[in-house]
């Protein structure tokens, strides 16, 4: 019969509080995307303390400035983002399809963590991890757009480079339009996905 030794009893009892720490900065993210989303940029670490029910001293113990909170959001976004993504079978569709499942995860994470959505704008010379991102993220959008303009489903004369450009920019507008309130987050994902498939496609010349 075996017995768990110092040692392992010591990793086990690391695990645990690693996890636990884990959990802790999780859910302050997660309160602070929320109510960041909810009030904008104005809002007090103070106030993300309480919106996440931890001290100002732990969140400071987590995230010891306001820039690495937003940090954190930015990894947590990216993390999300590249998971729904990897998960939603783009490559197992339709490319019709495959758009339509594509906005709906772009518009709902950028309505989720609108206060790391300017960001790149605001900042020209945070490229640091640029290529991470543009792997996890930009390539299989890119990869759907190829197999869209293959097909006959995009029109060929645009490469994939804008025809990214044009959808990023209409599902921005489309997050805003959710923060605004002036949309839900599934009309919105619908219209985007309308606006752009129907932007997108061939002209189609009918006339004899």
Same mark, same amino acid.
Do not use: W
């Given at each position: ?17 690693? =996890? &636990?720490? @884990?959990?802790? #900065? ?7 995307? /929320? %109510?960041?989303?909810? !009030? $904008? ?35 947590? =976004? &990216?993390? @999300?983002?590249? #998971? ?7 490559? /197992? %569709?339709?490319?019709? !399809? $495959? ?50 303009? /293959?097909?006959?489903?995009? !029109? ?53």
């Amino acid at each position: 019969m075996s017995r768990t030794g110092p040692l392992a009893y010591t990793v086990i009892v690391t695990r645990r509080h690693s =996890a &636990l720490q @884990d959990r802790i #900065a999780a859910g302050i993210l997660d309160a602070a995307a /929320a %109510v960041l989303a909810e !009030r $904008g940029d104005g809002v007090t670490m103070a106030e993300i303390a309480e919106a996440a029910g931890v001290g100002r001293a732990t969140l400071y113990r987590y995230f010891p400035t306001r820039d690495a909170l937003l940090q954190g959001l930015a990894e947590m =976004a &990216l993390e @999300d983002v590249r #998971a729904r993504i990897a998960d939603a079978g783009l490559d /197992a %569709v339709d490319v019709r !399809r $495959g758009i339509a499942r594509l906005v709906r995860i772009l518009v709902t994470g950028g309505s989720k963590y609108i206060a790391i959505v300017p960001a790149p704008a605001k900042d020209p010379d945070c490229h640091e991890d640029d290529g991470q991102i543009d792997q996890q993220v930009g390539e299989p959008i890119r990869a759907l757009l190829r197999r869209g303009i /293959a097909d006959g489903t995009f !029109r060929a004369d645009l490469s994939p480079q804008v025809l990214d450009a044009m959808l990023r920019g209409l599902v921005e507008q489309g997050v805003y339009l959710v923060m605004r309130k002036e949309l839900g987050v599934e009309q919105a994902s619908d219209t985007v996905t309308s606006f752009f498939l129907n932007g997108a496609a061939p002209d189609r010349d009918d006339s004899p």
